[in-house]
């Protein structure tokens, strides 16, 4: 009995399972003695014990503690961690071995200086060094200690220089000889580097996950590099291994690929180069204009401004929509949730909103997530037609790219957005969409073995999108002075506005604009539900002069909607309720909006004077909007110096209103 204990605890030596494993181990069966019990009892069956195995013991300790079962000698546990710590105690088991790769074997006085750092850095000259033959260095050494890993070779130089010379010219923006004179110093006082690096293993990979043994100190949002070139990001940081999403296809790392860290953040090249090209997650360009030259590097995640950086929302940014614009103003630094069912409008609000944007210095960035590369095709292309692509940039990760790219698309586009926030400039962004952005998130944590909650979500999907959303802000001077206003869409399924990601969204932004399928089919388009539409902070960005001629619209049209209900089957009405009715028919007449076709402030303040003075009431339906356009344009064309008015003062004066209304009636009058 005592000889098999002592075998077992050779067996662990030669493992290099060490002490404070074993003690571990120990401190889990002593805090549930029925662990052990189980364990000892040959009535309980192997799968029951293999299953508690996997689940509560480190991963290093498994397979052994499974064989100590599978044979029945788990009552020698005692006797094999005692002769475990006494043969430990013998052989210096604190000792590691080293491994020297080499194309050429040393010489005795370059073994010699071998020896010589390994006493400098592990105090242990004495160490065993092992020997590995690797034609792939082309000369030179590497050293491997456990996950440590130091580099003289010649192909680590190569790797070195060119990293160096790589960033001398992204850096420099002089002429060719400016760049070559550069380089040459840079090359001349180049030194190869023996930079400690942390290595590790990939013990699996699939699905764009791979996990990584022997790196111990890496962080959340670490960039590590695979040995076939591939970068991943560390997403999950384990007792035992590392969780690591890959950037690309994952055809090329296999199970023994080594990991090295490079302690680097995950980010994103950003710059005014950016302006009107259309990229992928990473920033590579991906619309055939060549290599983008961008200034700087933000990281993907940032901190969110804090309370004392962030100044209260009073100007507006218009998105043209007359039901938008008149009902729920939006503000710069606002968030503002667009909702709605599939095939409802959603991206077409956002497009219109980008292409009112045009002379009103404001950048725009449009995220695509999960959507066809087809339908950002058409959306770059309509951009391009109504010239909005001059102070727009489109990131898209599509349907047919990894989770792990569709999940980092709208913190890179954020990046990119805060750089130019920083700068003093107002920025709009566009998420399209978060639906698609947490079912790639999902899908990445459920291949990572997350605990699965409501909808089979992570737990911390809500802080998924309000990290996120919280960066957007409008800054104070001090802090830089510009703006991000959020435009994040949101998927419904059935008009389910209570499902999950939804709600989260709902919390974490400043109002909601809600598209009806109802009402899209029935041509109201857009399709905007008044009733469940709101703008928590847009009231107090609006001008002075929307807000007052937009007064009661929203009451008049609750009113309409009411009544229509109550004298739908009616024949007898009264002339009072007549009028009320031909009021709210024309207002859901004039919120009909064309595509493409944003209202400047001066139209919509037109319109909504000429709406509450009874101009549209008693024209028939089919005349409403083409009278609409023909009267837009003649106060164009014929009443300039009220248009100027509006765009110079945002204020409507009674006196510039009686004007509105006389041009209006001398209008009608001539048709």
């Known amino acids: 009995m005592t000889l098999t204990a002592q075998n077992y605890a050779t067996d662990l030596i030669n493992g290099k399972i060490g002490s404070d494993i074993l003690k571990e181990v120990s401190g889990i069966m002593e805090a549930v003695p029925q662990i052990?019990?189980?364990?000892e009892d040959p009535t309980v069956s192997l799968?029951?014990?293999h299953i508690i195995i996997d689940r509560v013991f480190p991963k290093e300790i498994r397979n052994f503690l499974k064989l100590l079962c599978d044979n029945g000698d788990f009552a020698l546990w005692d006797d094999i961690c005692k002769y475990r710590k006494l043969a430990g105690e013998n052989k210096k088991e604190r000792e590691e071995t080293a491994t020297l790769f080499f194309v050429t074997r040393p010489t005795d006085e370059q073994l010699a200086g071998i020896r010589r750092f390994l006493e400098k850095e592990f105090d242990n000259p004495d160490m065993d060094l092992l020997m590995e033959e690797d034609k792939s260095l082309k000369s030179g050494f590497i050293l491997r200690i456990g996950s440590k890993e130091y580099d003289w070779s010649e192909k680590g130089r190569l790797e070195q220089l060119k990293e160096k010379v790589s960033t001398l010219a992204e850096n420099t923006s002089v002429s060719t000889e400016g760049i070559i004179s550069i380089l040459k110093a840079g090359i001349e006082d180049f030194e190869l580097e023996a930079k400690n690096k942390e290595i590790g293993v990939v013990n699996w990979v699939g699905d764009g996950i791979a996990n990584v043994d022997g790196i111990d100190h890496a962080f959340y949002g670490e960039i590590v590099l695979f040995d076939c070139g591939a970068k991943g990001m560390v997403q999950d940081v384990r007792r035992d291994e590392i969780g690591v999403i890959l950037f690309?296809?994952?055809?090329?790392?296999?199970e023994g690929s080594r990991v090295v860290r490079t302690g680097k953040m995950a980010g994103i090249s950003v710059g005014d180069a950016l302006m009107g090209r259309v990229i992928d997650a990473l920033g590579n360009p991906i619309d055939g204009?060549?290599?983008?030259?961008t200034e700087s590097f933000r990281p993907m995640e940032t901190p969110a401004p804090g309370i004392v950086d962030r100044k209260s929302v009073s100007e507006p940014l218009e998105t043209g929509i007359l039901?938008?614009?008149?009902?729920?103003p939006i503000g710069r630094g606002q968030r503002e949730l667009i909702i709605g069912d599939r095939q409802t409008g959603k991206t077409s609000i956002a497009t219109d909103t980008i292409i009112n944007q045009k002379g009103k210095n404001v950048i725009c960035v449009y995220v695509a997530i999960?959507?066809?590369a087809s339908t950002v095709a058409k959306l770059v292309n309509n951009l391009?037609?109504?010239h909005a692509m001059d102070y727009t940039i489109v990131v898209s990760s599509t349907a047919s790219d990894p989770a792990p790219l569709q999940y980092i698309a709208p913190y890179a586009g954020t990046a990119i957005a805060e750089y130019f926030m920083y700068q003093g400039k107002d920025v709009l962004i566009v998420y399209d969409d978060l639906s698609k952005h947490a079912v790639a998130y999902r899908a990445i944590s459920l291949l990572l073995e997350r605990s699965p909650g409501r909808e089979a979500y992570p737990g911390d999907v809500f802080y998924l999108h309000s990290r996120l959303l919280e960066r957007s802000a409008r800054l104070t001077p001090e802090a830089g002075g510009g703006s991000i206003t959020a435009l994040p869409i949101i998927e419904t399924q059935a008009g389910d506005v209570s499902a999950y990601i939804p709600t989260n969204v709902i919390s974490i932004t400043d109002g909601q604009i809600y598209l009806e399928s109802q009402l899209f089919f029935a041509g109201q388009r857009p399709a905007v539900n008044v009733g469940l539409s709101v703008s928590r902070v847009g009231g107090a960005a609006q001008t002075k002069a929307m807000k007052k001629a937009a007064g009661s619209i929203r009451i008049d049209l609750a009113q309409y909607r009411e009544m229509q209900v109550f004298?739908?089957?009616?024949?007898d009405l009264d002339e009072s309720t007549k009028k009320q009715l031909a009021h709210g028919h024309a207002l859901m007449e004039l919120l009909k909006q064309p595509l493409n076709r944003p209202f400047s402030m001066a139209e919509q303040v037109i319109t909504l004077v000429c709406a509450n003075g009874k101009v549209f009431s008693d024209l028939e339906e089919e005349n409403i909007k083409p009278f609409q356009m023909d009267l837009l344009a003649y106060f164009e064309e014929n009443c300039k110096e009220i248009i100027s008015k509006l765009n110079t003062t945002k204020m409507l004066e009674d006196d510039t209103k009686e004007a509105i209304l006389e041009a209006a009636l001398e209008f009608k009058n001539r048709e």
């Open 323 to 328: 039901a938008i614009d008149s009902m729920f």
């Open 36 to 39: 052990r019990m189980d364990f």
């Open 248 to 254: 690309g296809r994952d055809t090329e790392i296999k």
């Open 47 to 49: 799968e029951k014990k």
């Open 289 to 293: 204009k060549g290599v983008i030259k």
């Open 567 to 571: 004298t739908q089957f009616s024949s």
């Open 384 to 386: 391009k037609v109504n």
């Open 370 to 372: 999960g959507q066809k």
